[in-house]
């Protein structure tokens, strides 16, 4: 069985158009929401709106790309977008690093550097899955695959995108669990 397939250009560009797609209906329904997107009040940061839509992109992609394959094996007329799971992935992965880049630098007033430290369960367990997901990244070319091994890489990748999405639960978790009591 071939583990890799070669990426193209074309690949590339549907899952670009995928993301830009989701970004701007993430996009729209947070300004709904929210009553701005890049014009905040002067208590959040300009970029606070664009980083949510960016990072809520990143977190569907990565997720449609853990579901693809089970839903290919259920519904045959799916079958091709098992061909750009690669590239889905790997540009969810960017948005996502994207999203802890604009975290850490662009956002003081919501994140101020200070309260990110290792301490913070939901610093940790968002840095750990960016660390794991640029991780992932590095090992999904060709060269990885034949340096590791193929049933060796297969499992790397399953199981990383099972702990990528596990410490996005415990990072959003951490973060929200008291906002959401409040709800209650």
Do not use: C
């Not at 070669?6 to 590339?12: F, I, K, M």
């Not at 940061?45 to 394959?69: C, E, H, Q, R, S």
């Not at 799971?85 to 802890?100: P, Q």
Request: proline letters at 4%; charged letters at 15%.
């Amino acid at each position: 069985m071939e583990m890799h397939k070669p990426s193209s250009t074309r690949d590339y560009v549907i899952a670009l158009l995928i993301a830009t797609a989701l970004t701007v209906f993430m996009g729209f329904y947070l300004f709904i929401r929210r009553g701005y997107f890049f014009d905040a009040p002067p208590t959040a940061d300009m970029l606070y709106v664009p980083n949510k839509a960016i990072v809520g992109t990143g977190t569907v992609l990565l997720a449609f790309t853990f579901l693809i394959g089970p839903i290919v094996r259920y519904f045959d007329r799916f079958d091709t977008w098992l061909g750009y799971r690669k590239e889905i992935g790997i540009v969810g992965g960017f948005l996502v690093l994207f999203h802890a880049i604009i975290s850490y630098f662009f956002l003081p007033l919501k994140f101020p550097q200070a309260y990110l430290t290792f301490d913070s369960l939901q610093f940790s367990a968002g840095l750990i899955g960016t660390f794991l997901l640029i991780f992932l990244f590095i090992i999904s070319f060709k060269k990885a695959i034949d340096l590791i091994g193929a049933s060796r890489w297969w499992f790397l990748q399953r199981w990383g995108l099972r702990l990528v999405i596990l410490f996005t639960l415990i990072h959003v978790y951490s973060m929200k669990w008291s906002g959401w009591m409040k709800w209650l």
